[in-house]
């Protein structure tokens, strides 16, 4: 599981002119990552006042289970413009991926949101922001169909336990080893509708140097009097996001 700045795949490696996608994987799998973006946008909402954030994170999996665990964080401004405290966000998830048949795969997971100290519970009309997902996901060639649904309440909402997000998408593979990344999404937010919302992007994505780059249009339906800054900024606005992501 990553944020949509890290989602996006990334072109086969080459080689020496040969492509070695058959070559086996080892048992055990570490990896980490760090990254910026232009602005961190999260189900298309901009989590970080429409400014730029610093992001990493890292990645353990067991291949020969598909069972897998990681951690990801990004510097955040929300939870003070909602009144809290805090400007980092940090995410612990686990899950297990595998095949239903040789054409169709699943992941399976729990991921928390994490907002030390933030607060929020202490203001009026708001929740505490740390939130809990459990996820199912379905996948054939490029495309995927993921659902997520919250146990606790959803990133500060008052009684939005049992909210629920649907994620529609494809990474297709282009010529020059560039990838189209295509999303739609339905965030529903439970006894709280004025703040359901439809959201969608279009981007591209492709590796220069070792640093994956990504570039999308993303936007929403959000309520433009609900999802805004302190300075009256709406957050779900239309915009381009650029992030750059370096693995090792």
């Known amino acids: ?42 189900r298309a909402i901009a989590q970080s006042r429409l400014e730029p954030a610093l992001q990493g994170g890292a990645d353990y999996t067991n291949n020969p289970t598909g ?10 401004k929300w939870i003070k413009d909602a009144g809290g405290s805090g400007d980092l966000e940090w995410d ?8 239903i048949t040789k054409d169709v795969s699943y992941d399976v997971g729990v991921l928390s949101y994490v907002y030390l100290s933030n607060g929020l519970d202490k203001v009026p009309g708001s929740a505490n922001a740390n939130t809990t997902e459990i996820y199912g996901q379905v996948g054939t060639g ?13 990133f500060g909402f008052v009684n939005s336990k049992n909210s629920g997000y649907l994620d529609l998408g494809a990474n297709i593979e282009l010529p020059e080893a560039y990838t189209l990344n295509l999303h739609v999404g339905r965030q529903t937010v439970k006894n709280n509708s004025a703040y359901s919302y439809n959201d969608w992007k279009i981007g591209l994505t492709k590796e220069f140097f070792g640093v994956s780059f990504s570039l999308a249009a993303l936007g929403t339906t959000a309520d433009k009097n609900l999802y805004v800054t302190p300075a009256g900024k709406f957050t779900g606005k239309t915009t381009l996001v650029l992030t750059a992501v370096k693995t090792f």
Not at 8 to 20: D, E, I, P, Q, R
Not at 92 to 99: C, L, S
């Open 1 to 42: 599981m990553k944020k949509s700045v890290l989602a996006a795949a990334v072109a086969t490696t080459l080689l020496s002119g040969f492509a070695y996608a058959d070559e086996p994987k080892p048992d055990n799998e570490l990896s980490f990552n760090i990254g910026v973006a232009s602005e961190y946008r999260y």
């Open 142 to 154: 490029p495309f995927y169909a993921k659902y997520s649904h919250s146990v606790t309440n959803l």
């Open 92 to 99: 612990i998830y686990g899950g297990k991926r595998g095949e």
């Open 67 to 76: 069972l897998y665990a990681g951690t990801w964080l990004s510097t955040i």
